[in-house]
């Protein structure tokens, strides 16, 4: 949960436990609410706050209402195929499932990124890598472009226009010696 609403939250509830011990003091004869009422609203520079802070509530809790009632946007999604029969389509975050599914049969990566796009022109996917620095950089990062081409298009039927590939790091980490 976002912290703005974690903030929300405690104030409502604060706000509501002082309205609520105020009602339980007034019904228990504790408190006499029309005496401070009345003390309260007996000059016009009170009544002027009190109208502020009534109009500053009411719009704070109109808004509130507003954005728990607003629809959550869909998830993106790529179309697949579009036949007779309907659609299919594939949601980025599944499509970064099987960019993950296929960088993880690529050796020498310890860390990955990736962003997935869907643009006029089809499919972008920019990923930044941490590598291990042993390993060629041009190398690996054609096999990662190649692994991640051949995973989206046989297991998601999907085509990439482009897979951009940034090595954002090295980590410390040797190749196993070959005997």
Known sequence: MPMIWRTVLILYSLLLIFISGVALSTALGGLQLSYYIELALATTQNQIILIAVAVLLIGFALWVIVVSLKK???????????????????????????????????????????????????????????????????????????????????????SATDINVLIDDFYAHSKPAND
């Open 72 to 158: 959550k946007p869909k998830p993106q999604s790529v179309t697949v195929t579009d036949g007779v029969l309907g659609q299919v389509l594939i949601t980025i975050p599944a499509i970064k499932v099987i960019i993950m599914k296929a960088v993880k049969q690529v050796e020498g990566l310890k860390e990955i990124k990736t962003d997935v796009k869907n643009t006029t022109n089809g499919l972008t996917v920019q990923m930044r890598v941490l590598i291990n620095p042993d390993y060629n950089v041009p190398e690996l990062s054609q096999n990662i472009q190649k692994t991640v081409k051949e995973h989206l298009h046989d297991i998601g039927g999907l």
